[in-house]
Structure formats: C-alpha cells, structure tokens
C-alpha cells in the first residue's frame, strides 16, 4: 500500500469516526432561515409595540386587557417565528443528510436533540415562572442564556463551530440584564443577526465546494 493510499484509508476512518460521534448533517442554511424569521418577528413586534405605546401616549391610559392582548399576540408570534424557523432547518438539514447519504435521525441526533431540550425546557419553565409573576422583562434575557446554554451543551456532539454560537448568545443575554428595557433589539441581535451570520460562515467552511 502506497503513503497516498494509506492516507486516504486513514482519511475515510476519520470520516467515519466523525459521522458516528457527531451530527453533521446542520445545515447553515438552517441558520440562515432561522435569523432571517427572527428579524422578521422582531420587526413585527416592534410595530405592535409601537402602536401600543403610541396609544399609551395619545390617552395615557391602558387597560389590563389591551396589555394581556399584547403579550397574547407577542407569545402567538414567538410561537410561529419558532415554527418557521423549525421548518425551515429541518428542510435544510434533511437535505445535507441525503447529501451526504446520512440518516437525519440516528443516536448522534437524539443526543444532540436531548442535549438542547433539557437546557431549553429548564428556560421555558422558568418563563413562565416570570410571566406567571409579572416580570416580563426579563423574559428576553432569560431567552438568550438558556437557549444559548442549550446550544454549548449540544455542541459536543456536533460541529464544534456551533460552541462559539451558543457563547455568544449567552453573553448576549448577560448584557440584555443591564439594559432590561431594549430586550426586542437584543433578541433581533441574538436571534437574527447572529443566527445568519453563523450560518454564512457555516455555509463557506463546510458547504460551500458542494455547491460550486
């Protein structure tokens, strides 16, 4: 056996090392899809925010049902920015795996799937926690340090880029603490910009030959 042959054999055991302990079917794409609709959402809720304070300033009054309304519509939008985002990596990612001829959902999946959930419904009880007690500002934050502990936490058995992600959005969410008033911008940073840009450079680094 020659040295090329050797280290093409070598090559295809790291290959398959990588495909049996990580998930590397996440596409960037999916990062792409998912900042794009949390922009989106921000934006709407921005506009629903305005109008509501709009209406504050012209009659200085508010009663308690325009405000529950509000956050009724605010918690409808969260819930179909995340389905969209939810859509649109799975497509993504489904994709790369008949790409690469990999299964979506084998044991590397369901870690990285377990990983994610046990951070992210720890946050989602201790939300409802805040609501339940009237402290919604500090809902955004909240959002941020655990999905972004969700994301550190699944990075292990996945692309080692996506670590640098989850840190990110958690020191995002650490900031969001001191200025609790601009929480709709720290999640169109957190959940937008920083989602498309991760998955720009996700897409160049591991995608991008495929494509050309």
């Not at 200085?60 to 529950?68: E, I, L, P």
């Not at 990983?115 to 720890?122: E, H, K, V």
């Amino acid at each position: 056996m020659t040295d090329q042959q050797h280290l093409q054999a070598l090559t295809d055991i790291k290959r398959m090392m990588e495909r049996s302990s990580r998930f590397i079917s996440l596409s960037g794409l999916s990062g792409i899809t998912a900042g794009i609709s949390g922009l989106i959402g921000a934006f709407i809720a921005k506009i629903w925010l305005d109008e509501y304070y709009q209406q504050w300033n012209v009659t200085g009054v508010h009663s308690n049902a325009d405000f529950q309304l509000l956050k009724f519509r605010l918690m409808a939008l969260g819930a179909a920015v995340l389905a969209a985002a939810l859509v649109g990596g799975t497509f993504f990612t489904w994709r790369k795996a008949r790409q690469n001829n990999l299964s979506i959902w084998d044991l590397t999946a369901r870690k990285v799937l377990i990983n994610i959930a046990i951070p992210l419904g720890a946050g989602g009880a201790f939300i409802a926690g805040l609501l339940y007690n009237n402290l919604e500002v500090l809902v955004a934050p909240t959002c941020l340090v655990f999905y972004g502990l969700a994301i550190i936490n699944a990075s292990k058995y996945t692309l080692p880029d996506v670590r640098y992600l989850g840190v990110c959005e958690t020191i995002l969410g650490i900031l969001n603490l001191f200025f609790l008033r601009k929480g709709l911008y720290f999640w169109a940073v957190g959940f937008g910009l920083l989602h498309i840009i991760y998955g720009a450079l996700m897409w160049w680094k591991y995608e991008r030959k495929r494509t050309i």
